[in-house]
């Protein structure tokens, strides 16, 4: 633990919106120890720094009496009653990070105080604590990107046209599209699922349709016909959200597996493509900017079950 208090640099990544949807895109997250040993609130203060300095969420003040609560979850995430009642108490929170050291392992979990569910937990020997941080940190920025992506305000000033988007699809039905730009854009195209336990899909661009780059008037079916992109297998609604740029996304890296059809649109926190030294002050000109500031529409469809 005593190297975990030297360290002092971590890959970041910064999301914050330009208020246009009267909100910032981050989570008021409340950082807390299970217990208040030196090891403990050590693992705490640097998380609590790293979430902070990089701009990674907004930090809530402590709440006295935190180290005797109770927090308990079962194998599916879901908190006990006495978990439950202290979870209520955190007003003005949306996400709750628990820190402790047990038999010489460093344990990190992260908590949506809202719908009351474990999301995440990890835990490694304390001599791999950067290691552990960096895979929370990891987390922490795709579930950005995903509030990123969700919340960026959408308007009527956008520069793109979509046709035969249907309102509903049957489970599992092929859904497939025609995209217009009325502008010379690079074209995003994200389906943000109701359900936010999935990650966002990038379908354009994908494997097969690289080239994102639509001049104006040119007219872009998505996905390509040699590909396939299928409607939920269970009811839900999902939002498809097109993004106009006049820049390419060039911060965020695309990377899908082998045989996968679709990318999935990492920050470089995630993908380790670039490294850098924050301060305390909150940078206006943040990473995820081109996302905040680009001209989006909107288009909502239901899923039915057969």
Same mark, same amino acid.
């Given at each position: 633990?005593?190297?975990?208090?030297?360290?002092?640099?971590?890959?970041?990544?910064?999301?914050?919106?330009?208020?246009?949807? &009267?909100?910032?895109?981050?989570?008021?997250?409340?950082?807390?120890?299970?217990?208040?040993?030196?090891?403990?609130?050590?693992?705490?203060?640097?998380?609590?720094?790293?979430?902070?300095?990089?701009?990674?969420?907004?930090?809530?003040?402590?709440?006295?009496?935190?180290?005797?609560?109770?927090?308990?979850?079962?194998?599916?995430?879901?908190?006990?009653?006495?978990?439950?009642?202290?979870?209520?108490? #955190?007003?003005?929170?949306?996400?709750?990070?628990?820190?402790?050291?047990?038999?010489?392992?460093?344990?990190?979990?992260?908590?949506?105080?809202?719908?009351?569910?474990?999301?995440?937990?990890?835990?490694?020997?304390?001599? !791999?604590?950067?290691? !552990?941080?960096?895979?929370?940190? &990891?987390?922490?920025?795709?579930?950005?990107?995903?509030?990123?992506?969700?919340?960026?305000?959408?308007?009527?000033?956008?520069?793109?046209?979509?046709?035969?988007?249907?309102?509903?699809?049957?489970?599992?039905?092929?859904?497939?599209?025609? /995209?217009?730009?009325?502008?010379?854009?690079?074209?995003?195209?994200? #389906?943000?699922?109701?359900?936010?336990?999935?990650?966002?899909?990038?379908?354009?661009?994908?494997?097969?349709?690289?080239?994102?780059?639509?001049?104006?008037?040119?007219?872009?079916? /998505?996905?390509?016909?040699?590909?396939?992109?299928?409607?939920?297998?269970?009811?839900?609604?999902?939002?498809?959200?097109?993004?106009?740029?006049?820049?390419?996304?060039?911060?965020?890296?695309?990377?899908?597996?082998?045989?996968?059809?679709?990318?999935?649109?990492?920050?470089?926190?995630?993908?380790?493509?670039?490294? !850098?030294?924050?301060?305390?002050?909150?940078?206006?000109?943040?990473?995820?900017?081109?996302?905040?500031?680009?001209?989006?529409?909107?288009?909502?469809?239901?899923?039915?079950?057969?």
């Amino acid at each position: 633990m005593k190297q975990f208090l030297i360290l002092s640099s971590i890959i970041s990544l910064s999301i914050f919106s330009s208020d246009k949807i &009267g909100r910032l895109p981050v989570y008021k997250i409340a950082v807390e120890a299970i217990s208040q040993t030196e090891d403990n609130i050590a693992l705490r203060d640097f998380i609590k720094e790293q979430i902070q300095s990089t701009s990674r969420g907004m930090v809530t003040l402590p709440t006295k009496g935190r180290d005797t609560d109770v927090w308990e979850f079962d194998k599916e995430g879901n908190p006990s009653q006495k978990t439950v009642v202290n979870l209520q108490k #955190l007003v003005g929170t949306d996400k709750l990070v628990l820190v402790s050291t047990e038999d010489g392992q460093a344990v990190v979990s992260f908590v949506d105080v809202l719908h009351q569910k474990l999301e995440y937990r990890n835990s490694l020997p304390e001599s !791999l604590s950067k290691t !552990l941080v960096s895979d929370f940190l &990891g987390f922490l920025d795709k579930k950005n990107i995903y509030l990123a992506l969700s919340e960026t305000g959408s308007g009527s000033n956008s520069q793109l046209k979509i046709n035969s988007l249907k309102p509903t699809y049957v489970a599992g039905e092929p859904i497939r599209f025609e /995209i217009e730009s009325t502008e010379d854009n690079y074209v995003y195209v994200v #389906l943000v699922p109701e359900n936010q336990k999935g990650e966002p899909v990038l379908l354009f661009p994908n494997q097969i349709q690289n080239d994102n780059f639509v001049r104006k008037g040119d007219k872009v079916t /998505i996905p390509d016909k040699r590909i396939s992109f299928k409607a939920a297998s269970s009811p839900s609604k999902d939002r498809i959200r097109a993004f106009a740029s006049r820049e390419e996304w060039k911060e965020f890296q695309l990377r899908g597996k082998t045989g996968d059809s679709f990318y999935r649109l990492l920050p470089p926190a995630v993908t380790g493509t670039k490294t !850098l030294a924050r301060s305390m002050v909150v940078a206006t000109n943040t990473l995820t900017s081109p996302i905040e500031q680009t001209p989006v529409m909107e288009w909502e469809y239901q899923i039915l079950s057969r």
